[in-house]
Structures are given as structure tokens and as C-alpha cells.
């Protein structure tokens, strides 16, 4: 490869991290608008978190379609059709008048998101060959970033009395020059380009099987800590659970920064997939047993940077190392997986919470325990599959 295609190559990347980026927003925003768009519709604020719920099934819908689409069509097509549905997305959500118009644009959103995984991830991999998981890890910082600074940009909207829709326009704006940008620029050609379709076929092993699993427990893992872990913190006596979160998020940054530069240097991606589940098991337990304010704020940074700083990310990455020429098909199984275990944890985490009240939360942790326990022992037979066969 060229100097200079190198080098286009990386402005390619870094306009499709941009989209990670805008993504990071694009899934917390509606969150932090809650009164107003319930306000909006005529309803209370438990319509706008049904409607954010809506995300999930619109990345479920979109998923079977969208990675055999990038892999027979190409990746800068399905880029642009996702930018273009998460631009539908942000103008239409801020000016849905009603929570079923709402829903609509909501599953559109959750679509884009499916989209661009399914073009971003196989397409950063095949850029960055030789550092494919670091170069995987960067989605989940782009995101995070995004989250980040989404704070700073509704105090600047509140500050200056503009409205509430201001920053889901600036954010379709942006992503409309990002998509310009895309459709001029070069990508990679993709490995499953010109291949039959009996080339093209999947064939899974037990190896496989439970590298698919991984991507539902390790979500399931840092799903059920980010939506239980404001009332355990209640419960345990932080008097401000908010700062909860905020240690997750800056232990998942951190988790990125480190396992690209150091961690991923010393250890196979396998081996962070035991190791980061396990450091993550025994905060869990910790956090289970010793029951104060001090150890569940630390576990929110812990779980933040051993959970959620890359691990998905890690497990996408070696699952198309697997397969290679069927990239974009192998990320949609992926994060099928990483959706399904979303959404089945957390409907058993709403019963828990249901049924046993103010314990509830306790309930949620334990159950956390069991799920992330078969987590590390899924990672311990992935890693034994790869020893067999290196």
C-alpha cells in the first residue's frame, strides 16, 4: 500500500469514527431531555424512556440485513445509508409532535445504529490490519467522547435560553457534512469482495459459538450495572449517585487509552477477554458483600474500565479475525447477540426490582454475578479452542 493511500485511508477512518462520535450523542441526548419531550407529547417521563427502548428493536430489525449489505455491497454504502437514517433520526425525533411519531424515528435511530456498525467496525479493521483491535477499541472511545462532552453542550444551550431541540439539529447538521465528506473519500477493499456464495458461507465451531455468546454476556455485564447502579448507590449511602456514573465513565475511557497502548501489547485479545470479565466478576462479588458508599463508587469506576472499556469492542474484533471475508455479517451476529442479552438482562433486572423493592437492586447485583461468571468461564473455553488450534 502507498504512502498516500495510507494516508487517505486514515482520513477515512477518522470521518467514520466522527459518525461514533455523533452516535455517542445520539443515544444519551434523548435521555437528558426526558421532561421536555414528555411535556411535548402530553405525557410523563416513563413514555420517553418506552421510546428509548424502541432503540433496541430497531437495531434487532436492521441487523439481519445490514451486515450481508456491507459485506456483498461495500462499506461506504451502507456508511452513507446509516448517516442518512440517523440524520432522519435527529430531525424527526425533535420535531415528533406525538410519542407514536416518536417511535417511528426511534426505530430509525436504532436502524442507523446497526448500519454503522456493520460498515465502521469491518471498515477500521481492514484499514488498520495489523492493529485491527485497537483500531475496533476507537469505536468505543469515539462514543464515549461523544457522551462526554454532551453535558457541556446542553449548559451552553441552557445558558444561552436556546431550545431544547438546538443540539439534535447541530448534530444532524454535522453528520450531513460528515457524509459528504464519506462519499468522496476511498475505503478499503473489502475481503468479501468478488467471492461466491459458496466462498462467502459461515461455518461456526464451539469456538465461534461461545465467542458469539461473549458479545451477550459482556453487554449483559455493564448493562445491568449502568441501570441499577444509581438506587444501589442509594441504598449503600452515597448521598450523590450521579457520581457513579461519572467514575464508569471516565473508568471506560481509561480501559481504552490503556488496553490499546499497553495492555493489548503484553496480552493476546483473547486473554484481555478472561481477564477484563474476571477483574470485573470479583467487583461485582466485592460489591455484593462489602456494602458502603466508598466500595460502590470505587466499583463504578472498576466496572466502567473492566467491563465497559472495550471489551464488546474486543470480542467484535476477534470474531471477524475469524472471519475474514464475511466481516460485516459475523458484526451484525455479534451484536445480535449483544442486543438480545440487553434486553432479556434488564427485563429480568425490572422483575427483580419489582418483586423484592428496596433489596432490589442488591438482587440485580447478584444476578449480575451469575451472568458475568459464565462470562469468564465462556472467555476460559475461547481461549482453550485457540490454544488448540494456534
Request: proline content about 2%; hydrophobic content about 50%; overall charge positive.
Amino acid at each position: 500500500m502507498t504512502e498516500s493511500r495510507k494516508k487517505s485511508l486514515i482520513i477515512t477512518a477518522i470521518a467514520l469514527y466522527f459518525t461514533y462520535f455523533i452516535h455517542g450523542i445520539g443515544v444519551s441526548i434523548l435521555a437528558q431531555y426526558k421532561q421536555e419531550f414528555a411535556n411535548n407529547w402530553g405525557g410523563n417521563i416513563g413514555l420517553v424512556l418506552q421510546v428509548s427502548s424502541v432503540f433496541g428493536i430497531g437495531r434487532l430489525v436492521a441487523l439481519p440485513f445490514a451486515g450481508p449489505m456491507s459485506d456483498k455491497y461495500g462499506r461506504k454504502i451502507t456508511a452513507i445509508f446509516g448517516i442518512f437514517m440517523y440524520i432522519l433520526y435527529f430531525f424527526g425525533i425533535a420535531q415528533s409532535s406525538s410519542v407514536m411519531i416518536a417511535y417511528v424515528f426511534a426505530i430509525i435511530g436504532g436502524a442507523a445504529n446497526s448500519f454503522l456498525d456493520t460498515s465502521v467496525i469491518p471498515s477500521v479493521l481492514e484499514i488498520f490490519e495489523d492493529k485491527g483491535d485497537i483500531a475496533s477499541m476507537f469505536t468505543k472511545f469515539s462514543m464515549s467522547l461523544g457522551q462526554f462532552i454532551l453535558p457541556f453542550g446542553i449548559g451552553y444551550v441552557a445558558n444561552n435560553s436556546l431550545s431544547y431541540r438546538t443540539l439534535f439539529y447541530l448534530a444532524a447538521i454535522l453528520l450531513v457534512a460528515d457524509g459528504l465528506l464519506i462519499l468522496t473519500l476511498k475505503f478499503p477493499k473489502s475481503t468479501s469482495a468478488g467471492l461466491s456464495r459458496s466462498q462467502s458461507k459461515m461455518k461456526f465451531d464451539r469456538g465461534s459459538i461461545a465467542l458469539i455468546l461473549l458479545g451477550f454476556t459482556t453487554t449483559a455485564t455493564f448493562q445491568l450495572w449502568l441501570n441499577c447502579n444509581q438506587e444501589l448507590g442509594l441504598l449503600y449511602g452515597v448521598s450523590n449517585p450521579s457520581k457513579i456514573q461519572s467514575l464508569y465513565a471516565v473508568g471506560t475511557v481509561c480501559a481504552i487509552l490503556f488496553s490499546s497502548f499497553i495492555m493489548l501489547r503484553k496480552f493476546k485479545p483473547v486473554q484481555v477477554l478472561v481477564i477484563y470479565p474476571f477483574i470485573s466478576l470479583l467487583t461485582l462479588v466485592l460489591v455484593y458483600f462489602v456494602r458502603n458508599a466508598a466500595m460502590v463508587k470505587l466499583a463504578g469506576f472498576l466496572i466502567g474500565f473492566f467491563a465497559a472499556g472495550g471489551v464488546l469492542q474486543l470480542v467484535t474484533s476477534t470474531a471477524n479475525a475469524m472471519y475474514k471475508e464475511n466481516k460485516g455479517k459475523i458484526t451484525s451476529i455479534v451484536m445480535i447477540a449483544s442486543s438480545i442479552g440487553s434486553y432479556i438482562v434488564l427485563s429480568i433486572a425490572g422483575k427483580l426490582t419489582n418483586s423484592f423493592g428496596d433489596t432490589g437492586p442488591i438482587k440485580v447485583v447478584l444476578l449480575n454475578i451469575i451472568i458475568t461468571t459464565i462470562g469468564v468461564l465462556l472467555a476460559l473455553f475461547v481461549n482453550k479452542e485457540y490454544a488448540e488450534k494456534a
